[in-house]
């Protein structure tokens, strides 16, 4: 593309819609993809699959573009970080609104993520980390997005800002120095604090995980973050200089237990029981 092209392409408006079939499609939209004959092998693949349309581009030449992404595509979750591989661009000639009856509805406010966070050559810092492990086993509704995001910082802040209802963060956590190791708890992040000019925001650093500085990065980016749940271990290590892997006895015993507590907050919450009405 020479430097006429490219101008050409800047100067295009960006479309927020496009009709195929007499129906308005938007980005948002779901269709099912019917590329055509001859084409890329890796797009003929996808035939007949549903998809979200996750933008609508415009070529120099007026050409429409809807970028998608696959419903059952495993990474389709990777939020702002998806990578290239997980889009795929069709012509509008090459997909289809889904029929009403083919429709997944979604209740809204109801999203989910829960997050494992933590350094398992830490010791007892691995706790989050080993307990979304865990959770990965078990079935979750529709909605439920479990993830271990380890020490990636950066990561974790951009899947906050993908609108999830509720957030549960999974990590080992002193509290306020009063239980014995192993102790769970769950607190909710104080928004005042967190949001106050006194407050110092930090940095995220690329070996480590503070969930206040992630929480603050977040929303320093734009992220209208909602509730914010901590479900918290008391460590009794964090291992000696050199590092440790593995979890101290009380808090590998604490595991089984955080896993039981998280399933109970996941199902208060999708029944509109949490929190408790006062």
Known sequence: MNEWEWQLLEDKCPADSFEIMGVKVRKGGRVKLRPRDGGDIFDIALTGKIAVVESI???????LHVCVVVDDDPGRDIGLMRQPGHRFFFAASEVEPVPADEQVTEVPGKRILIAGIGNIFLADDGFGVEVAGRLANCVFPAGVRIADFGIRGFDLAYALMEGYETTILLDAYPGDGQGEPGTLFVVEPDWKELSSPATRP?????????PLNVLRMATSMGGQLKRVLLVGCVPATLGPEEGQIGLSEPVTAAVDEAVKLVNSLVTRILAGEFPAKK
């Open 57 to 63: 581009e415009q070529d120099y030449e007026g050409k």
């Open 202 to 210: 930090g940095l995220i650093e690329p070996h480590a995980m503070n």
